[in-house]
């Protein structure tokens, strides 16, 4: 069974920097198109960033676009979100998620298309 936990929020100033980490247990993440998802008190959940099972592809919500970066790590089966530029509005619990698929250059920021979730981080930006 296919299992995911993100750490690595916390809170930072803004213009601070974050990364956070998706780690795969149970079946290989190369297989799986990831996806980053974040919601915000009293908002739905928007999908920030994603990427393909090979890593060549990957997408971004235009209001993190510039600032957030999605890379993968096959070794260590484990995707990462580079957050860079933090603003308050990017305060939220920030979830990964993942889908299994043989098609290699498949991704998307929508979360209905994603079966596998993990539990959640909060990042929080604030002086």
């Known amino acids: 069974q296919l299992q995911l936990v993100e750490s690595g929020g916390g809170l930072v100033q803004p213009g601070g920097s974050l990364t956070l980490s998706c780690a795969a247990t149970?079946?290989?993440?190369?297989?799986?198109?990831i996806g980053w998802f974040r919601q915000a008190p009293g908002k739905e959940r928007e999908g920030v960033a994603c990427?393909?099972?090979?890593?060549?592809?990957?997408n971004f919500a235009e209001s993190v676009k510039g600032r957030f970066t999605i890379s993968r790590d096959s070794a260590k089966n484990t995707v990462y979100l580079q957050m860079s530029s933090l603003k308050p509005e990017d305060t939220a619990v920030y979830y990964c998620?993942?889908?299994?698929?043989?098609?290699?250059?498949?991704?998307?920021?929508?979360?209905?298309?994603?079966?596998?979730w993990g539990q959640g981080t909060q990042v929080t930006v604030s002086s």
């Open positions: 998620a993942a889908v299994v698929t043989t098609i290699t250059d498949y991704y998307s920021l929508t979360a209905s298309q994603y079966d596998y």
């Open positions: 149970g079946f290989s993440s190369d297989k799986c198109a």
């Open positions: 990427i393909s099972s090979s890593g060549g592809r990957t």
